[in-house]
């Protein structure tokens, strides 16, 4: 996936089929569907794919604990179907993982254990594990530095967790071999009429100023939550189809819960879930749902989200968890689709919808990671009505995903899948290679030579957040190791010492929002 080569396929000219608008989990998903189609496919994002929500998860491939309380069944049996496709068909960046709720009442013990039995009976052929009642020995054996006072026991189910932003990419690359030609840092500035339907659009390449106008039968605006921006450029209107939500994620040292089991707390001070979860060798703990204002690229955690969360992991844990602790704090804005005025964002569907407007834009609205297949099964289906004479069956439902591997060498390089040995391979061609861009960390600059032939990244943020994500493990260490990387790129970019510099400074302040520092 080299941008050069994608770049000249944007530019060979020609209508196509399909335009989509955002390359996030929703935008890259519809990639893949619309080209193993047949349909010629292109796919812009303004920045790098998964810059925004879709790199700022919780980690977790599942079907809704909470929404099965709030009785939304049908969305809980979609989104544990679609569980299952995404372990399937992606193992190296998703898998089973066992979570265990602690209970300090003798009745919780049956209350969540029997909405847990259900939650996995509704899962059906595609169940992970068994939910089991656990004693108090077994429960502080599954989590190790729970607080034990008072605890009564509990229980065990299994879910799934993956990595967002790689799997991202593996979307992309997914996309980008059944035909699709994705480009990244292409920012849509305008659309093209003809009369009052929508046919094309303008875009600039956000690299070089290149301007371009491309054509297409069909448009579709999956930019998350930023699409209302386009949906009023498009329509003309201050329609509003997006409630926006902020989630906030700290990571701190694994010694806090250093099992290879999840928490899971079931409600929190505010009616929420909240999970601690080993991820990337660290501890991930969140999230949040604070309604916002106003969306932006970077959301900010509020002070009081960051003592929230701590407030609520330190009634389980022995230690305590404190802001000197954090390694990095990550958030994200969720894409909701907008319910009554006054709706509590909490407790808002996470369904998605499908419209096309007055305009014949296709605009998408609400779902999520885990059900970004089925979100773009049910876009490309209504695209498909634009070209009735052909045969247009949706193909993903078996469909293995770049990079299919179920290896399991308990290597950071495991997310790779079947490109691993192609890493490694270019260690071995050049040692130099194998040097870490951080002595803590095992990413070298292997890595980041990978990241730019094959894999779009043109900046540093790109390496360092998105592609081995060292901003969302340890945002103090990424800072440090930004100068190795930026020297890295600009040697296979062919950029001068002022990029270098330029590329370090506009990092190290990004990264300041990603420490305890900020909110």
Not at 272 to 279: E, H, K, Q
Not at 392 to 412: I, Q
Not at 413 to 428: E, H, I, Q, R
Not at 490 to 512: C, G, H, M, Y
Request: aromatic letters at 8%; glycine letters at 8%.
């Amino acid at each position: 996936m080299n941008r050069a080569a994608q770049w000249e396929q944007l530019t060979a000219g020609g209508e196509w089929d399909i335009i989509i608008i955002g390359g996030g989990a929703t935008g890259l998903a519809c990639a893949v569907d619309a080209a193993s189609r047949g349909l010629r496919t292109l796919l812009l994002e303004r920045s790098d794919f998964a810059k925004g929500t879709s790199s700022r998860a919780t980690k977790l491939v599942h079907g809704g604990v909470r929404y099965l309380a709030q009785g939304n069944i049908r969305l809980v049996k979609e989104a544990l179907a679609e569980r299952g496709w995404l372990l399937r068909q992606a193992p190296q960046v998703c898998h089973p993982l066992a979570f265990v709720i602690p209970v300090y009442r003798w009745w919780q013990k049956w209350y969540y254990g029997f909405g847990l039995w259900l939650y996995e009976t509704l899962s059906f052929r595609q169940r992970l594990g068994p939910t089991r009642l656990l004693s108090k020995a077994a429960t502080l054996e599954a989590l190790p530095g729970i607080n034990p006072v008072k605890l009564c026991g509990g229980i065990r189910y299994y879910d799934g967790q993956f990595d967002d932003a790689r799997l991202a990419i593996t979307l992309a690359r997914t996309a980008v071999t059944a035909g699709a030609t994705l480009l990244n840092y292409v920012a849509v500035t305008g659309f093209i009429r003809n009369g009052a339907t929508i046919n094309g659009v303008t875009a600039q390449d956000m690299v070089t100023g290149a301007g371009i106008t491309c054509s297409a039968r069909v448009i579709i605006n999956a930019t998350g939550v930023f699409a209302d921006t386009l949906l009023q450029l498009a329509e003309q209107s201050a329609r509003q189809t997006i409630t926006p939500s902020q989630g906030v994620h700290l990571v701190v040292s694994r010694s806090f819960l250093p099992g290879s089991h999840a928490l899971m707390i079931p409600k929190t001070t505010d009616g929420r879930v909240l999970f601690a979860i080993p991820w990337r060798e660290q501890l991930l703990i969140g999230t949040t749902d604070t309604p916002v204002p106003a969306v932006t690229e970077e959301p900010i955690a509020l002070p009081e989200e960051i003592d929230f969360i701590l407030a609520n992991i330190n009634q389980y844990t022995l230690r305590v968890v404190t802001r000197a602790d954090i390694k990095a704090i990550f958030t994200g804005l969720r894409p909701l689709a907008a319910a009554g005025a006054g709706t509590k964002t909490a407790i808002m569907p996470r369904d998605h919808r499908v419209l096309r407007l007055p305009s014949g834009l296709l605009h998408i609205t609400g779902g999520k990671w885990t059900t970004c297949r089925r979100m773009a099964e049910d876009a490309i289906n209504l695209a498909a009505k634009s070209f009735p004479r052909r045969d247009l069956p949706c193909r993903t439902t078996h469909m293995r995903l770049h990079g299919y591997s179920t290896a399991v060498n308990h290597h950071h390089l495991d997310v790779y899948g079947s490109d691993a040995p192609k890493l490694l391979a270019l260690t071995a061609a050049e040692p130099r290679l194998t040097t870490l861009v951080h002595p803590d960390y095992p990413f070298t600059l292997a890595e980041v030579v990978w990241a730019v032939q094959a894999e779009m990244a043109m900046t540093v943020e790109d390496v360092l957040a998105r592609r081995v994500r060292l901003l969302f493990i340890d945002a103090r260490a990424a800072v440090e190791a930004a100068p190795v990387v930026a020297s890295e790129m600009a040697l296979l970019l062919r950029r001068d010492t002022e990029w270098q510099t330029a590329q370090v400074e506009s990092f190290t302040r990004l990264a300041r929002h990603y420490t305890a520092d900020a909110g």
